[in-house]
């Protein structure tokens, strides 16, 4: 499995046999540039400008995108995905409205997207998704979790691989906070990350991608 990132809390995931996008955005919203994407499945974790951008992703040649913007269980072209209901505060929706953290199987690989979640979950919602090898977590705040509260929910799930998402633009810290909470302000932005399962490690890794 393969991973980019696209800016913000967007990524491209791609597999052996296919490619999915996660919570594509509006650039004037966010501020940066939307590249030219295409994909089997687009996720969309709540529907703000933000992350619900789904025309932005170029559908394949000869054949349509899925899009899932709700929870249950999904799957095309060997890509399982999972959608949990969360919140995007900790009022439970007040402000906010829904959140859904998506889990994707592909490859012998586990992702877990966070989307704009907004509290800590308790251990019987961390239990319910079950393991997870690579995690993809907000960390800038205001919004959603900021690098304390994210710190929380990594020791909780216990991932291989951390990727921080949603961060330095507008009102959000920037991705230093986060490093220096995790004790990682020396690793260095890589253009890509390539997870293969017989080479996860129990020690937890941080990975900065560049966006």
Avoid at 64 to 71: A, D, H, Q, S, Y
Avoid at 139 to 150: E, F, N, P
Avoid at 198 to 207: A, I, P, Y
Wanted: glycine share 8%; proline share 6%.
């Amino acid at each position: 499995m393969e991973i980019k990132y696209l800016g913000h809390s967007s990524f491209l995931v791609k597999t052996k046999e296919a490619k999915l996008v996660t919570d594509p955005f509006d650039p004037k919203e966010v501020g940066i540039r939307f590249p030219k994407v295409e994909a089997d499945i687009v996720t969309v974790s709540h529907d703000h400008k933000d992350h619900n951008q789904t025309q932005q992703v170029i559908a394949p040649e000869g054949g349509e995108k899925l899009v899932i913007n709700l929870p249950g269980e999904f799957e095309k072209k060997g890509i399982r995905v999972f959608g949990f209901s969360s919140f995007h505060d900790d009022k439970k929706g007040e402000e906010r409205g829904e959140n859904i953290l998506y889990k994707i199987e592909a490859d012998g690989v586990s992702v877990l997207h966070c989307g704009d979640l907004g509290f800590v979950p308790d251990d019987s919602f961390v239990d319910l998704v079950g393991g997870v090898d690579v995690l993809m977590i907000p960390v800038g705040g205001t919004y959603t979790l900021d690098a304390d509260q994210a710190a929380q929910l990594i020791k909780k799930i216990e991932p291989s691989i951390v990727i921080p998402m949603h961060y330095g633009s507008d009102s959000l810290a920037p991705v230093s906070d986060f490093l220096k909470k995790m004790g990682a302000e020396k690793i260095t932005p890589v253009p890509k990350l390539v997870v293969k399962p017989e080479e996860l490690e129990e020690e937890l890794k941080v990975v900065l991608l560049e966006k």
